[in-house]
């Protein structure tokens, strides 16, 4: 089985460095916004889309030229990526089964990133040495840019792949994806467990653990919504508005490590103890809007909530079925994605879906067999139960297979 990692150090550039950076980082941007504007006007005139071939061409001619030869001065192999992302991302609108959105213009200072795709030209050292033989910090050596010190939080372990440098908060940082070779695994536990995301609770399982919801950030969410409110004072795009922008995305920075934190840890206990685990496959379009609550469960401080929501509780629940994906498959479990219609309202005794059996928060009370039960641990119950009803092409040594049918889909790793 091939593990795919990826580790992320936040870099200590020289100023001159951080120059290099910045140039490099906006020559990929212009070269993302020039082919962008070349394949629009292409499009308008029916000609249909250029190439990665033929905007590479043009890409060389741009670097060779005088109007924007400063071009040639930044690593070209980053500006290059940019043109097969970009590719990728207009392949991607124009697909009819599945269409996503239509690649926008990069603006300076909003996800300023860049990738050196080959492995070959980058070189990592981590246990340097000054003149005097005592160690200093480690350092990566990017391409046009030099040896970089960086903050080694994590080993690397595997093959590097590809390394993308990005601005983030006022900060730099190289995030390094690698690749390693592992024999297939074999779960030791046999067991399978339902997840439910609750309101009162991060998760409740099937079994009847429940996880609770991460409190340390309350304040730190507080502080978020005031600085938010100060940002949409300033004029977008001044001195003040970069500065304050950084700001929130520092606080931003914090409360994801947090959040981070804690969903490895419950992600890591639920995929050591279960071979299967069972989720809803809740899309993002449903989570936003869920503020404002459904009939089943009206939204309270719903103007509070929609503004954060988004952010903090659904981000988290994302990365928590990522974070189970991928660690299940690495211990040769697996997890099942299934559909959540009516998962809080199904009594499993006698199976009547009725919204009255959940009148309240807590307790699940059936309306026609009086079977009683919490109410967050009966949806996980009714969502273990779906998952593991027999669907054609279900594998469950397998790990990585689309399931067709009402058991859902795996979840793989992004
Ligand atoms: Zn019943």
Known sequence: M???????????????????????????RFVWNRALSVQKSYLEHGCGL??????????TTWRNGVSFGFLSESPVHPQQWALKFLERALKDAFDKS????FPTFKKKGLHDSMRY?????????????????RSVFPKIFLPRIGW????????????????TVSRSGGHWYASIQTEK???????PAATAVGGDRGVA???????????????AYRDLQKRLAKEQKRLAKKVKFSTNWKQQKAKITRLHQRIAAIRKTVLHQVSTVISKNHAVVVLEDLKVRNMTASAKGTVEQPGRNIRQKS??????????????????GYKLQWAGGMLLLVDPAYTSQICPVCGVVDAENRKTQAVFHCQHCGHEAHADVNAAQNILARGLRPAKGLHPAGGLQSTAGHAGVVCSPA
């Not at 250029?50 to 890409?59: E, F, I, P, R, T």
């Not at 599945?98 to 959105?101: G, I, M, S, V």
């Not at 609770?201 to 409190?215: E, K």
């Not at 503004?307 to 189970?324: A, E, V």
């Open 98 to 101: 599945n269409p996503k959105r």
């Open 181 to 187: 070779e592992v024999p297939d695994p074999m779960h």
């Open 117 to 133: 795709p080959d492995p070959e030209q980058i070189k990592i050292d981590l246990r340097p040495q000054d003149a005097d033989g």
């Open 307 to 324: 503004g954060l929501n988004k952010s903090i509780l659904d981000q988290g629940w994302g990365m928590l079925k990522q974070m189970l």
């Open 50 to 59: 250029l190439s990665y071939v033929d905007m590479a061409k043009c890409l």
């Open 148 to 163: 970089v010190k960086f903050r080694k939080s994590c080993i690397i372990g595997g093959e590097i792949r590809n390394v």
């Open 2 to 28: 091939l593990i795919r990692k990826a580790v992320r150090y936040r870099l200590e550039p020289l100023p001159e460095q951080e120059h290099l950076l910045s140039r490099a980082v906006g020559c990929v």
């Open 201 to 215: 609770n991060l998760l409740t399982l099937s079994d009847g653990t429940m996880f609770l919801p991460v409190t």
